[in-house]
């Protein structure tokens, strides 16, 4: 009599049976803890096994059950030995070849023997053949014995076969299946109704184990009604749980400044430009909610170049003058330096306070910082996640600021606003980004910000001029460089790694510092990358700034932010592992001055047919939005967006860009549930969000 363990979705999965610790820690690191983890576990990917295809109806790449009589096995030698087994049905033949075999698998195939096996069909001398096909003997009592359903292939981990996931889900659906009640239906019937969407079971059930009868193609899509439901809901879960940050937020009181509002116009005039008509706009929206009683909650949204800096600075010396504290985050150390010294220039006649704060101060000094934001000094606190550190005590926190949003997760976001509240008051927020994302689909992932963009760049700038060339024209590029510094510019030279360490990547650029000193001795060359020390990178960047430095070497430490108006020459060393949103941000450290920029993308051929097209479009266009919707189009449904590229929440189901027809409708849902069915918001939100520090309590 086996032991009684209770049937509980909630439980861990070591209560399914054949689950010991070794697989529950595979099962782990799928992050995959209780049963109904497993049932939120989808397939990626289905094969028909229900039906047969006659051997002589194979296709050449398809994929296929077939069944048939072996005629001949053996083994053949040659450049590579292997083990080939002929077999045929009546309507053709086909030869399966094993590179790695034994010899009992020899002994299995002979001659007579009925098999059934499922691989991809691939043109062969005079027949089809299968390469390592799976395959199993047939019986003569299962010889009609097909599988009932398609076969699910789950995301799995090493160490955990496909069969043994399909064991375990079995069970998971079984203790639904039993125990309905224990995942209940949070969608209102309303809603279900609207969109013909089948109810949560019955879409667990579906994409689980499809019945034979499924259009396979929709559900390899990913769009069929089931994996739409259930994306329904999690893009629900995600938005809802934003909303309720903000109702939260907007409960507190703004910070209390010692006096109104006061006016930027000094400080504007002062600046070396004028602002566009666009960044005019977005202030008045920035300073309008300033001034109501609720914290703000705004995003700006502005192209790379479009001058997002200047706003910040404009609505930092508003809240100083005001009498509170201001906190300024940037995602990499140079980019906070880079902020503090372009600010504390532009406040240099104001007599207003700015620190850096960095990981890499040393403790005298953070100490002194740390003290003065902890005093009710007025000032301007600049710098990097370090920002979030427990020490750090800010006592009059008026906003913060986070640029380069899209470097952040919105939990990083929210504990840096912690630091502000009081028992009654909560900071104001101001966001910036570089992501163009449309409209609609910025409303539904930012739900808990206003939104405002700054749609047009400072005048006089001049489209970069985009080259793509393989690696061997490199001699040339590097004859280029010199005549573009004899005549006074700026060049950039970024060397790229992929997925490699810091130590890796700074070491590709230090080769690559070494080897353009000697081909070029007669410019002087400097070297930045992630390694190097605060004080050294500072030097290095502000003797770049001044125009000291001729070339720049560095790794992507500059992929973000980084100004330097006079340089106009970039130059991409394989440019073809980078993604466009990531080429774009390189690239827009150009033409960022009236002089025309150039960018030279270089690659390691052959190229393959998306990077091809990648390359393609970074040179055929600079508008962000534009380069944003193709980089949409060349995703392949299904494939995750990278939330380090994006700043938009990874989903374990929906998929922004392959659902982004129910984006709408989930905003039109979320009012409903907000309006009529309060009472189930927090279940959806904690059915799809627990296990996820982002979106914790506020
Ligand atoms: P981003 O939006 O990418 O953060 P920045 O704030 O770094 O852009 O601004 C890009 C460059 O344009 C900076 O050198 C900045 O000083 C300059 N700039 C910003 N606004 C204007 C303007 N209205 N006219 C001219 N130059 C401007
Ligand atoms: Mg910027």
Same mark, same amino acid.
């Given at each position: 009599?086996?032991?009684?363990?209770?049937?509980?979705?909630?439980?861990?999965?070591?209560?399914?049976?054949?689950?010991?610790?070794? #697989?529950?820690?595979?099962?782990?690191? &799928?992050?995959?803890?209780?049963?109904?983890?497993?049932?939120?576990?989808?397939?990626?990917?289905?094969?028909?096994?229900?039906?047969?295809?006659?051997?002589?109806?194979?296709?050449?790449?398809?994929?296929?059950?077939?069944?048939?009589?072996?005629?001949?096995?053996?083994?053949?030698?040659?450049?590579?030995?292997?083990?080939?087994?002929?077999?045929?049905?009546?309507?053709?033949?086909?030869?399966?070849?094993?590179?790695?075999?034994?010899?009992?698998?020899?002994?299995?195939?002979?001659?007579?023997?009925?098999?059934?096996?499922?691989?991809?069909?691939?043109?062969?001398?005079?027949?089809?053949?299968?390469?390592?096909?799976?395959?199993?003997?047939?019986? +003569?009592?299962?010889?009609?014995?097909?599988?009932?359903?398609?076969?699910?292939?789950?995301?799995?981990?090493?160490?955990?076969?496909?069969?043994?996931?399909?064991?375990?889900?079995?069970?998971?659906?079984?203790?639904?299946?039993?125990?309905?009640?224990? &995942?209940?239906?949070?969608?209102?019937?309303?809603?279900?109704?609207?969109?013909?969407?089948?109810?949560?079971?019955?879409?667990?059930?579906?994409?689980?184990?499809?019945?034979?009868?499924?259009?396979?193609?929709?559900?390899?899509?990913?769009?069929?009604?089931?994996?739409?439901?259930?994306?329904?809901?999690?893009?629900?879960?995600?938005?809802?749980?934003?909303?309720?940050?903000?109702?939260?937020?907007?409960?507190?009181?703004?910070?209390?400044?010692?006096?109104?509002?006061?006016?930027?116009?000094?400080?504007?005039?002062?600046?070396?430009?004028?602002?566009?008509?666009?960044?005019?706009?977005?202030?008045?929206?920035?300073?309008?909610?300033?001034?109501?009683?609720?914290?703000?909650?705004?995003?700006?949204?502005?192209?790379?170049?479009?001058?997002?800096?200047?706003?910040?600075?404009?609505?930092?010396?508003?809240?100083?003058?005001?009498?509170?504290?201001?906190?300024?985050?940037?995602?990499?150390?140079?980019?906070?330096?880079?902020?503090?010294?372009?600010?504390?220039?532009?406040?240099?006649?104001?007599?207003?306070?700015?620190?850096?704060?960095?990981?890499?101060?040393?403790?005298?000094?953070?100490?002194?910082?740390?003290?003065?934001?902890?005093?009710?000094?007025?000032?301007?606190?600049?710098?990097?996640?370090?920002?979030?550190?427990?020490?750090?005590?800010?006592?009059?926190?008026?906003?913060?600021?986070?640029?380069?949003?899209?470097?952040?997760?919105?939990?990083?976001? &929210?504990?840096? &606003?912690?630091?502000?509240?009081?028992?009654?008051?909560?900071?104001?927020?101001?966001?910036?980004?570089?992501?163009?994302?449309?409209?609609?689909?910025?409303?539904?992932?930012?739900?808990?910000?206003?939104?405002?963009?700054?749609?047009? #760049?400072?005048?006089?700038?001049?489209?970069?001029?985009?080259?793509?060339?393989?690696?061997?024209?490199?001699?040339?590029?590097?004859?280029?460089?010199?005549? +573009?510094?004899?005549?006074?510019?700026?060049?950039?030279?970024?060397?790229?790694?992929?997925?490699?360490?810091?130590?890796?990547?700074?070491?590709?650029?230090?080769?690559?510092?070494?080897?353009?000193?000697?081909?070029?001795?007669?410019?002087?060359?400097?070297?930045?990358?992630?390694?190097?020390?605060?004080?050294?990178? +500072?030097?290095?960047?502000?003797?770049?700034?001044?125009?000291?430095?001729?070339?720049?070497?560095?790794?992507?430490?500059?992929?973000?932010?980084?100004?330097?108006?006079?340089?106009?020459?970039?130059?991409?060393?394989?440019?073809?592992?980078?993604?466009?949103?990531?080429?774009?941000?390189?690239?827009?450290?150009?033409?960022?001055?009236?002089?025309?920029?150039?960018?030279?993308?270089?690659?390691?051929?052959?190229?393959?047919?998306?990077?091809?097209?990648?390359?393609?479009?970074?040179?055929?266009?600079?508008?962000?939005? +534009?380069?944003?919707?193709?980089?949409?189009?060349?995703?392949?449904?299904?494939?995750?967006?990278?939330?380090?590229?994006?700043?938009?929440?990874?989903?374990?189901?929906?998929?922004?860009?392959?659902?982004?027809?129910?984006?709408?409708?989930?905003?039109?849902?979320?009012?409903?549930? #907000?309006?009529?069915?309060?009472?189930?918001?927090?279940?959806?939100?904690?059915?799809?969000?627990?296990?996820?520090?982002?979106?914790?309590?506020?």
């Amino acid at each position: 009599m086996g032991q009684f363990k209770p049937s509980q979705l909630s439980a861990s999965v070591t209560t399914l049976t054949g689950v010991g610790t070794g #697989l529950e820690k595979r099962l782990n690191r &799928l992050a995959i803890y209780t049963v109904q983890d497993l049932l939120f576990h989808l397939p990626y990917r289905y094969l028909d096994r229900t039906r047969l295809l006659p051997i002589g109806m194979l296709q050449h790449g398809k994929e296929a059950l077939i069944q048939g009589t072996v005629e001949l096995t053996q083994i053949k030698f040659g450049k590579r030995r292997s083990l080939l087994c002929r077999i045929s049905d009546g309507t053709g033949a086909v030869v399966l070849r094993f590179f790695y075999f034994n010899n009992s698998q020899q002994a299995n195939l002979a001659k007579g023997t009925t098999i059934r096996c499922w691989g991809q069909a691939r043109r062969g001398v005079n027949t089809f053949e299968m390469i390592h096909p799976e395959y199993q003997r047939i019986s +003569e009592a299962q010889r009609d014995q097909l599988e009932q359903t398609l076969t699910p292939v789950y995301p799995a981990t090493e160490g955990l076969a496909q069969g043994r996931f399909r064991k375990l889900t079995d069970q998971a659906l079984r203790i639904l299946a039993e125990n309905p009640q224990q &995942l209940v239906e949070l969608l209102p019937q309303k809603i279900l109704a609207e969109y013909a969407l089948p109810d949560l079971c019955q879409a667990l059930q579906a994409v689980h184990r499809p019945d034979a009868d499924t259009e396979i193609s929709l559900l390899q899509a990913g769009t069929h009604p089931a994996q739409r439901r259930l994306a329904f809901e999690e893009f629900l879960a995600h938005h809802l749980s934003l909303r309720t940050i903000r109702r939260k937020i907007q409960s507190f009181q703004a910070p209390r400044p010692d006096s109104a509002l006061p006016q930027a116009d000094d400080f504007i005039h002062r600046l070396p430009f004028q602002l566009t008509g666009a960044q005019q706009t977005v202030l008045h929206e920035i300073q309008a909610d300033l001034i109501k009683q609720q914290p703000m909650l705004r995003l700006i949204q502005g192209d790379v170049g479009s001058g997002k800096t200047v706003l910040a600075a404009i609505i930092a010396f508003q809240i100083i003058k005001s009498g509170l504290q201001v906190a300024l985050m940037a995602p990499t150390e140079l980019l906070a330096e880079q902020h503090f010294s372009t600010i504390t220039q532009w406040f240099s006649n104001f007599d207003i306070r700015v620190v850096l704060l960095t990981g890499r101060l040393n403790r005298a000094k953070r100490q002194t910082i740390v003290a003065d934001i902890a005093s009710s000094t007025p000032l301007m606190v600049v710098g990097t996640h370090a920002l979030f550190q427990e020490q750090v005590k800010f006592s009059r926190l008026g906003i913060v600021i986070i640029d380069e949003q899209h470097r952040f997760g919105v939990h990083q976001r &929210l504990s840096l &606003l912690e630091k502000g509240v009081t028992r009654t008051t909560y900071p104001h927020q101001l966001i910036m980004t570089a992501t163009p994302i449309p409209r609609t689909l910025a409303m539904t992932v930012f739900a808990d910000l206003d939104i405002s963009v700054i749609d047009e #760049l400072p005048p006089g700038r001049q489209a970069v001029k985009t080259a793509v060339l393989a690696n061997d024209k490199r001699a040339e590029i590097i004859k280029k460089i010199t005549q +573009e510094c004899r005549q006074g510019r700026q060049v950039y030279w970024v060397c790229t790694l992929i997925d490699e360490s810091d130590a890796i990547q700074s070491q590709a650029a230090t080769e690559t510092y070494e080897y353009l000193s000697e081909m070029l001795p007669d410019l002087v060359i400097g070297l930045v990358h992630g390694r190097m020390k605060s004080p050294e990178k +500072e030097q290095v960047m502000s003797a770049y700034k001044s125009g000291a430095i001729h070339l720049l070497v560095a790794t992507t430490v500059i992929e973000v932010g980084v100004d330097v108006p006079a340089a106009s020459l970039m130059v991409i060393e394989n440019a073809e592992r980078l993604g466009l949103a990531q080429l774009h941000q390189l690239r827009g450290r150009v033409g960022r001055g009236s002089q025309q920029s150039n960018c030279v993308l270089m690659y390691q051929p052959p190229l393959n047919e998306l990077a091809r097209q990648r390359l393609q479009i970074i040179r055929s266009t600079t508008d962000g939005f +534009e380069i944003a919707k193709k980089d949409m189009q060349l995703r392949g449904p299904g494939e995750i967006m990278g939330t380090r590229q994006t700043g938009l929440p990874q989903m374990r189901i929906a998929d922004l860009i392959r659902d982004a027809a129910l984006i709408p409708h989930v905003r039109k849902a979320a009012e409903l549930l #907000l309006e009529d069915y309060s009472d189930r918001v927090a279940a959806i939100i904690k059915r799809w969000l627990t296990d996820r520090a982002d979106f914790g309590n506020v």
